[in-house]
């Protein structure tokens, strides 16, 4: 027999797990749907054919209530409430995680000859309407700009020799002291650098960065810092008063 929805709200929140998956997802559905309808909404939640799905309900504190089992009747015709839950049991033979593990999904390539030959392609639309780096005049600006904060930055580092006591001031950052250890390029960033051995234990690593050796300090006393963020001076490490105490 098929029930009319009551009156009341027009969706209900409801919690959707499924006997395929682990996690579960809020959702909110119209109490007008039918279970047939509900079905194909579910597919795109747990990934289950809807022609091979059975429904169960169970209570907000996981009891189990009944089955929903008439793909005509409406949703709203059974009781469920906000903060139910509708258990999805997958009966098309598939696995376990199977509609989780993306390794499994075929992806469609492309090489990089054809993609090329292609008309309505987002590299064919920055061509035509010379957008990124297919725009001659932005690209030679940007060369332009990097070259130049390049020299900036150089003129900067050729100041600070490795060995002179110096400070570090950057926004938003206490004022802190230490010794320069290295000045010049680097391998995980583009740019002019200083290694900076603090002489307190303010900073990110070691004196290496993504394997690869720079100076040699203890863990968490050195750091890399921009040139134009160095002050060379006479700045004696600070007296903590550590002496005075046993």
Not at 60 to 88: N, Q, T, W
Not at 104 to 130: G, H, N, P, Q
Request: charged share 30%; with cysteine.
């Amino acid at each position: 027999m098929i029930l009319a929805a009551p009156s009341g709200a027009a969706a209900v929140a409801v919690s959707v797990s499924s006997s395929l998956r682990a996690a579960r997802a809020a959702k909110r559905f119209p109490r007008g749907l039918t279970l047939a309808e509900l079905k194909c909404k579910l597919e795109l939640v747990v990934g289950s054919p809807a022609s091979c799905m059975d429904l169960e309900l169970y209570a907000p504190d996981d009891k189990f209530i009944m089955k929903l089992d008439s793909d005509e009747a409406l949703l709203g015709s059974y009781p469920v409430d906000d903060g139910c839950r509708i258990h999805v049991v997958d009966r098309s033979g598939a696995q376990v995680g199977e509609y989780e593990d993306l390794s499994r999904v075929e992806k469609y390539e492309i090489s990089d000859t054809s993609y090329e030959k292609r008309a309505d392609s987002v590299r064919s639309f920055l061509k035509r309407s010379k957008k990124g780096r297919f725009n001659e005049e932005e690209v030679a600006q940007k060369e332009a700009e990097q070259a130049q904060k390049l020299a900036e930055e150089k003129v900067l580092a050729e100041a600070i020799t490795v060995g002179a006591r110096c400070e570090v001031r950057m926004a938003g950052q206490p004022l802190k002291r230490g010794t320069v250890m290295y000045v010049g390029l680097t391998e995980f960033k583009p740019g002019y650098w200083i290694g900076i051995k603090y002489d307190e234990p303010l900073g990110k690593h070691d004196g290496s960065v993504n394997g690869q050796r720079y100076f040699e300090c203890q863990p968490k006393y050195g750091a890399f810092v921009k040139p134009q963020h160095i002050t060379v001076g006479d700045f004696p490490e600070e007296d903590y008063g550590l002496e005075d105490e046993m």
